[in-house]
């Protein structure tokens, strides 16, 4: 990713955003957080339950930057290439 960004620079027929496969997106977004159904389980057994609301935040923040990080710079280095 980086290194083709970097040698070959951004691919070309870069789309902004593709309505005709935004199922697919959503059906990975979901299967990437599938592991919500915990939340309620860890909350509980936590020492100080009351600090798990801003710890999932951060988690949730840190979790879709990252995702969205890696999605971004692939598509950037082989655009259209990328399925």
Same mark, same amino acid.
């Given at each position: 990713?980086? $290194?083709? &960004?970097?040698? #070959?620079?951004? *691919?070309?027929?870069?789309?902004?955003?593709?309505? *005709? %496969?935004?199922?697919?997106? /959503?059906?990975?977004? $979901?299967?990437?957080? %599938?592991?919500?159904? !915990?939340?309620?389980?860890?909350?509980? *057994? =936590?020492?100080?339950? *009351? #600090?798990?609301?801003?710890?999932?935040?951060?988690?949730? &923040?840190? &979790?879709?930057? !990252? /995702?969205?990080?890696?999605? =971004?710079?692939?598509?950037?280095?082989?655009? &259209?290439?990328?399925?």
């Amino acid at each position: 990713g980086f $290194v083709q &960004l970097g040698t #070959h620079g951004m *691919a070309p027929g870069i789309r902004t955003f593709n309505w *005709a %496969e935004f199922p697919i997106f /959503f059906g990975c977004a $979901v299967f990437s957080f %599938e592991g919500i159904g !915990l939340i309620l389980p860890i909350q509980f *057994a =936590m020492q100080q339950p *009351a #600090h798990f609301p801003k710890l999932l935040q951060r988690a949730m &923040l840190i &979790l879709g930057t !990252l /995702f969205a990080s890696f999605g =971004m710079v692939g598509y950037a280095a082989y655009g &259209l290439e990328t399925k």
